[in-house]
């Protein structure tokens, strides 16, 4: 009777030891969180310890069963996810280089090479052993009883401490690791930044020890018109956990219109010696903060209304004056969206008032000067004498000591366009010349070079043009001067040329090396530079090798509006956006891109890695006979069935009632159901959970080791789903043992998406089952880490039928098929859910056959890989979502569709909603009707604002013609891409070709989950509180902030919900019922005559 007394002290001595074990790494390490990862699974309060102290955990063990135990204690724990177990072969670590923070090898036995230690290690990243090899290449110290190496920083990469990289503002990093994009480091959301036709999210980025520190406007993508949540963020630069946050009371009005800067925003962040320097709100002092943690140092008073920060030495130079707090007071009251850009502009241009410059000591905090002078803001440049502006008419020169005159420029007076809010001149200085750029968007400027010592002019030239709403480009790299006529090259050519800095002559130039069938306009931001790269955004991301003076192209990746990517840390880094371009090939989110590995995808992994692994299910269901098949009246699949159509076989009555809820917890997809039970996954704790229909009780639950993003698929009695970990499972539906998995991506490689570990190749859960095969598509893009992986496996024994590799490259002609489009449209490049009409299967708009190959259009040459997006006609129509099936930002410029072709670009993205049924959502019935919540036929265009219709309408009715109907009011100018009240007094004939059966405009809520069932739809989502069209002109009044607040309030679901059922045949509203919950987004199913529907508070909930 003492055994368990005695095993109760044993495992509280262990536990004990395993926390001051963890305590003793944490103190050495002086880490404040990341990613960690522990070798061996004997302890595993190891890993939850470092969960608890704010670390992501994977645990490593090439023992199967320590594994297993380590999942149920991370499981009991409730860490599970933020702590994962893998194996792995005892040698080679499963992670792309320099990820990990914090590398523990708990026990003495380990036989993995320090090369491979030191390889996944980030550089400032710590290793803490209890032993280390006598013969060993790394540097170790000892602390008590454990041996710790911190893997130094290579001289070879860099930082990225202020907007314009240094004071003298030339934007060229001293990083020589940064090379074109083929590998994903890590990625992060949100997908989305806010708007298009408003001011960017993200507008202030810089990079110090690793670690990146920006601010961002997190608030909700599913309409600007809610509420800003400005956010300073500090994340990891090598795996992109966030370390901390510190929310912000202002930043700058996200009222801002489209394209109109401010350019002064960029630039009030600086990262220098372990401190962040930046105002906190606007109106606010400069403020310095501990970089490890965000808390506030000191704050210097007096220094209200900072405009720009500069750190140069031991002194903080400020631009102050009031613009800023005016610019928070703008109110958007045009409709038109150029005409709102074209009133903030014209309203807040810059003027020639003085502006106060300010000299601090940094060591004492005491203002060592202070000068008033009419400075243009984002020209201001610093060197160890002077400081160098324009003032609008000339450039003046400054003494760096007390702010006197030193000398001024001859005359440069600038147009009136230059004086906006959004362009300035370009200035830097560099070894005793100040170089000035005027260039004017699409045209050619001048640029000249002065004496930095006297002001005197030493050459004067033509400019190329370059920038598009930004200031233009001008680097001094590899020991020349340096621009090109990229605002749009079509026209311009895009020839760098290298002059010579004192004497104006072109040392260097070469022309294009890329034969590419369409440009755009360089993007809205500034481009950015390394010793060896140029990095215009002509239309991508382009890397012009001065050296080799070749270009290389990515136009599949960019990054934000106004503020554009980051080169540091050996990696580049893309920022979110709102671009619609490419809608289904550009990477969205937070990404870090290294260049080249020494590997191919296929060479990297572990030691023997099994792709094929049995089950304790395995025996038993491959001899069963007993595979029944799914009922009629179950919705086995994601969407229901592979067409993906969302609409039941069942009938529900439409007022059933509530009948059980079971609280799963946490983030949940939407639920299937079959055979008896409902399936439901656990997003980020990773877990399937089965539940009993009848009542909701738990069942049973299986861990993977990745996020699961989707439901399950039910087929013949067994489970099958995919995960972020590159797995794809088959279980037992009826216990939940597991079967079989089978490794679909190419090899053992695990990054960071989102704060998890996951494999470079993910597999979404949501696997499509057709002609009795499974299909898994693992990996993330075309173009990075080698491609996408598409596996063909028999359901019964998992026996792998074929794998196909799709990568960008034509295997006909040996060329990137990104460089031939349709316009802002290429070969649809992003994973997705895959869709089946029984013929053929689709990645979005890309059809594929069902041997898994690609079929691209016939065109005989071969020199287009999309169709048009007036190319709505043909046999292989069917429902897709551009951006993705399981995007759920509801972004203004994203919509489903039900046709062949998706729309891009700025005039383009809207067309496909204009002659096909598209909408948020969308479900279709057999004949092919289709049902939607979308946005009114006006609100296809350029818009601040956003109103809904529910409808029904025809899927195949559109006819070739039309769009050339449609195009005529538009040349006409009596429907507009670019104003929304002009279109609403339109008749619909006029905006849209869709036939619909019916529509309504009278829909008291937002749908975030549909379902048809028989003859209903039903209908559910948070309450519809705003009429945004009334909202013009009024936006800053206290009543219409209340509003809009309440609509945020219905969002986040602290209104509870409303659920409508409807006539499917014209829309007649049947019952309507208040909830207490919000649906998941597309999180409503109907199954065996009921409805059953996943929350956002992590709830299933029953109706019948």
């Not at 792998?800 to 990137?816: C, R, V």
């Amino acid at each position: 009777m003492r055994v368990l007394p005695m095993i109760a002290s044993l495992l509280f001595s262990s536990a004990v030891a395993a926390a001051e074990f963890t305590d003793d790494v944490i103190e050495i390490a002086r880490l404040q969180g990341g990613l960690a990862v522990v070798i061996g699974c004997d302890d595993a309060r190891v890993a939850t310890d470092l969960v608890e102290r704010g670390f992501v955990v994977q645990a490593l063990d090439d023992d199967r069963a320590a594994v297993a135990e380590a999942k149920r204690v991370f499981s009991t724990a409730g860490v599970h996810g933020q702590a994962t177990a893998i194996e792995f072969d005892g040698e080679c670590l499963p992670y792309v280089d320099n990820l990990v923070n914090l590398l523990v090898l708990p026990n003495t036995r380990s036989e993995i090479p320090e090369s491979e230690l030191d390889r996944v290690l980030a550089p400032r990243g710590v290793l803490v052993a209890r032993s280390a090899s006598k013969a060993t290449n790394l540097e170790f110290r000892q602390v008590g009883g454990l041996f710790v190496h911190h893997k130094p920083v290579p001289d070879t990469i860099d930082d990225w401490p202020m907007h314009m990289y240094e004071p003298g503002n030339n934007a060229v990093s001293r990083d020589s690791v940064v090379g074109p994009p083929k590998r994903l480091q890590w990625r992060s959301g949100p997908s989305w930044t806010r708007s298009h036709e408003f001011a960017s999210s993200l507008n202030a980025m810089v990079s110090m020890d690793g670690k990146l520190f920006y601010v961002m406007d997190e608030g909700s993508r599913l309409s600007p018109l809610l509420p800003e949540k400005w956010t300073l963020i500090c994340r990891d630069g090598f795996n992109g956990i966030v370390l901390w946050k510190r929310p912000l009371p202002s930043w700058h009005t996200h009222w801002w219109p489209v394209k109109s800067g401010p350019t002064q925003a960029m630039r009030r962040l600086v990262a220098q010696d372990d401190k962040l320097y930046i105002p906190l709100g606007v109106g606010t002092p400069l403020s310095e903060l501990d970089a490890a943690t965000g808390e506030t140092i000191r704050t210097f008073e007096g220094t209200e209304g900072i405009e720009e920060i500069r750190v140069s030495e031991d002194t903080i130079f400020l631009l102050t004056s009031d613009a800023v707090a005016e610019q928070q007071t703008y109110n958007m009251s045009t409709v038109e969206v150029w005409n709102a850009a074209g009133n903030a502009t014209g309203q807040f241009k810059w003027d020639d008032r003085p502006r106060m410059i300010s000299a601090i000591d940094r060591k004492s905090g005491k203002q060592q000067w202070k000068q008033a002078y009419p400075v243009m803001t984002v020209t201001l440049a610093i060197d160890g004498k002077r400081l160098y502006f324009h003032n609008g008419a000339e450039v003046v020169a400054i003494n760096r000591e007390t702010g006197e005159h030193v000398w001024s420029s001859e005359s440069l007076e600038l147009k009136q366009y230059k004086l906006g809010t959004a362009t300035a001149p370009s200035l830097l200085v560099h070894e005793d010349v100040v170089i000035c750029g005027q260039g004017f968007d699409f045209d050619e400027g001048i640029m000249l070079a002065l004496s930095a010592e006297t002001g005197e002019t030493l050459w004067k030239e033509v400019h190329q043009s370059s920038g598009h709403s930004s200031p233009d480009d001008i680097h001094i790299v590899d020991g020349l001067l340096w621009d090109a006529g990229i605002a749009r090259i079509q026209k311009m050519g895009g020839v760098y040329r290298g002059r010579d800095l004192r004497t104006g002559e072109v040392k260097r130039e070469f022309p294009l090396d890329v034969e590419h069938n369409s440009w755009f306009h360089q993007r809205c931001y500034r481009s950015r530079a390394t010793e060896r790269f140029l990095m215009p955004s002509a239309t991508g991301i382009e890397y012009v090798d001065v050296r080799g003076e070749h270009w290389e192209t990515n136009h599949w990746v960019r990054g934000a509006c106004l503020y554009g990517i980051l080169p540091a840390n050996g990696l580049t880094y893309a920022t979110p956006h709102p671009c619609a371009c490419f809608m289904e090939s550009m990477v969205r989110g937070f990404s870090a891109f290294a260049a080249d590995s020494s590997q191919t995808p296929e060479e990297q992994g572990m030691k023997g890695d099994l792709r094929f692994r049995k089950g304790p299910a395995y025996d038993a269901l491959t001899r069963s006979d007993a595979t029944p098949e799914t009922a009629i009246f179950d919705w086995p699949m994601y969407r229901h069935n592979a067409a993906r159509s969302g609409y039941a076989s069942t009938q529900v009555k439409a007022e059933a009632r509530e009948a059980w809820t079971t609280d799963i917890g946490n983030r949940i997809t939407p639920p299937i159901a079959a055979g008896g039970m409902v399936f439901v996954a656990a997003v980020d704790q990773c877990t399937i959970h089965a539940l009993d229909e009848n009542d909701g009780t738990s069942q049973w639950t299986f861990m993977a080791n990745g996020r699961i993003d989707s439901p399950p698929t039910y087929y013949r009695g067994r489970l099958f789903f995919g995960s972020a970990d590159g797995w794809l499972y088959c279980l037992d539906a009826t216990d939940g043992r597991l079967a079989w998995r089978f490794r679909a991506a190419p090899n053992e490689r695990m990054l960071v998406n989102d704060g998890r570990v996951e494999s470079v190749w993910p597999v979404h859960g949501s696997v499509l089952i057709e002609n009795d095969t499974i299909f898994g598509l693992a990996g993330r893009s075309l173009f990075l880490d080698g491609g996408m992986y598409l596996s063909l496996l028999d359901p019964s024994t998992g026996e792998l039928i074929a794998t196909h590799k799709w990568d960008d490259i034509d295997p006909e002609t040996g060329k990137s098929m990104q460089l031939s489009n349709e316009g802002l449209k290429m070969v649809p490049s992003n994973s997705d859910l895959l869709v089946s009409d029984g013929s053929y299967l689709y990645l979005k708009a890309q059809k594929i056959g069902l041997d898994g190959k690609r079929v691209f259009p016939d065109r005989g040459n071969r020199t287009l890989y999309t169709i048009g997006k007036s190319d709505q006609m043909g046999d292989d129509t069917h429902l897709f979502a551009p951006p993705g099936f399981l995007d759920t930002a509801w972004h203004h410029r994203s919509y489903w569709l039900y046709g062949r072709a998706a729309g891009s670009g700025w005039g383009g993205w809207m067309k496909p909603g204009k002659y096909v049924p598209a909408g948020r959502i969308l479900v279709f019935d057999e004949a092919k009707n289709v049902f939607g919540f979308g946005r009114e036929p006006a609100f296809f265009a350029q818009s601040h604002v956003m109103e809904y219709q529910l409808f029904s309408a025809q899927a195949d009715a559109y006819q070739d013609d039309n769009w050339k109907k449609l195009a005529e009011h538009n040349k006409s100018k009596e429907v507009s891409i670019t104003n929304w009240k002009q279109n609403r007094a339109q008749p619909i004939e006029k905006m849209s070709a869709v036939q619909f059966n019916w529509r309504t405009t009278d829909t008291p809520l937002l749908v975030r989950a549909m379902v048809g069932s028989g003859d209903m739809l039903f209908l559910a989502g948070p309450p519809d509180v705003l009429d945004e069209t009334t909202l013009h002109g009024r936006f800053l009044q206290p009543d219409v902030c209340e509003q809009i607040q309440e609509q945020q309030d219905a969002m986040d679901g602290r209104l509870g919900g409303i659920m409508w059922a409807v006539s499917a045949k014209d829309g007649t509203r049947l019952s309507e019922r208040k909830v207490n919950v919000v649906p998941v987004f597309d999180g409503l199913i109907a199954a065996n005559e009921q409805l059953l529907m996943s929350t956002t508070d992590g709830k299933v909930v029953c109706y019948r």
